[in-house]
């Protein structure tokens, strides 16, 4: 899974989750967080607090000036989203994301 | 009979002691994992850049873009403005009553659905192309979001007098 976002936007990514079990149908109550990070490993966005609804997983990106670590450079970052269900933690990713410069 | 010799009666296979068995641990594939990500998508709710402008002649216009802000003027103002993106859709400010019109009142701008054709009416020295709503917006603002892959046309008649800064960001 991949997306491509431009350098300075702010967008949320929506993560559409499947339970193969089918026990689980809403991710809100399961406390969903966020890791975005760079390629060498650095977070820029550590366990942020995700919105959900149903399956669907939103994370913000700020790639702009205004985001969490200024303005993101171009290249390859990771997302993880995560969510606690009693003693599990699942970790889902990485969804790769593409930042790129399409004033150039 | 037991169990097992009936198994083996009825040609159930059973494992060769011959074979060798990997002693590594199987690599968890992710179709095998209860919770799967089956879908990603993207919802702007900042500005993104555009990446191309010109006007009615083909001539390119001048874009001023700022990255940081992903707001770009559109100069100088040509008849017509044809902006190439890398988005595709435009999305009406949420703030808006009649969705496809951008502006809040004087309702400078709207959206022609089918050929996604942007036409902003005023008269300005520069046009400002905000590539989505954004939060803390004033009556005055206005903001388009796209997608990718498509063209927008942006046109003026220069009859209205719109005291829209219009290179006002956030």
Known sequence: MAILLAKGTKEIVIIDVADDT??????????PTYDFITDANVFIYT?????????????????SASGPSGLLAVGHYRLFIRF??????????????FIRDTNS | MSVVKRFQKIGVV?????VERSTTTPQTRSDEQRFQIVNVTSRAVGPQPISKASDSAGRGAVVEASPSTGIHSVSPLASSVTVTSLVTKVLADPGIAN??????SVAPLYWLDTDHEIRLLGSHNKWSVFTSPYSGRTGTKWSIAVLRQRKMRL???????????LSQGR
């Open chain 1, 84 to 97: 606690t269900i009693g003693t599990e933690l699942p970790r889902l990713g990485p969804v790769d994301v």
């Open chain 2, 14 to 18: 059973q494992p060769d002691p011959k």
């Open chain 1, 47 to 63: 366990a942020a607090v995700a919105t959900a609804d149903g399956m669907q997983v939103s994370c913000l990106l700020d790639t």
């Open chain 2, 99 to 104: 969705p496809g019109w951008g502006g809040i």
């Open chain 2, 155 to 165: 046109s003026h008649n220069g009859t209205l007098a719109w005291p829209l800064n």
């Open chain 1, 22 to 31: 089918g026990s689980i149908s809403d991710i809100s109550i399961l406390s």
